[in-house]
């Protein structure tokens, strides 16, 4: 069970901070992954890290500004979204997948958290 919180309006160049708290089993051999979805939009790939061992990787639209990381005592994944833009706002997802590859696709993930939604006012 994923339960992502943290989610609300702020405006343009501010901060937030996502969570992602997982339940009901180790994720240590999984790969959990941030993905958003706007109005109208297909769903997209933000960020990801593998459990193990902390590797990360970060889609080009978001680099420099979202920071992927985790806590392995809490069981929790962040998403760190800083210099929000408006085109920022979507339901922002997390999602598992018992992987050792670091995969984007939406459809490699088996779990997904309800979403939470930020908007950023411009």
């Known amino acids: 069970q994923l339960q992502a919180s943290g989610g609300g309006l702020v405006q343009a160049g501010g901060s937030l901070r996502l969570s992602c708290a997982a339940s009901g089993r180790s994720f240590s051999s999984y790969v959990m992954a941030w993905f958003r979805q706007a109005p109208g939009k297909e769903r997209e790939f933000v960020s990801n890290i593998r459990w193990r061992d902390g590797r990360t990787y970060v889609a080009d639209s978001v680099k420099g500004r979202f920071t992927i990381s985790r806590d392995n005592a809490k069981n929790t994944m962040y998403l760190q979204l800083n210099s929000l833009k408006p085109e920022d706002t979507a339901v922002y997802y997390c999602?598992?997948?018992?992987?050792?590859?670091?995969?984007?696709?939406?459809?490699?993930?088996?779990?997904w958290g309800q979403g939470t939604q930020v908007t950023v006012s411009s």
């Open positions: 999602a598992a997948d018992y992987n050792i590859n670091m995969v984007i696709g939406a459809v490699d993930y088996d779990y």
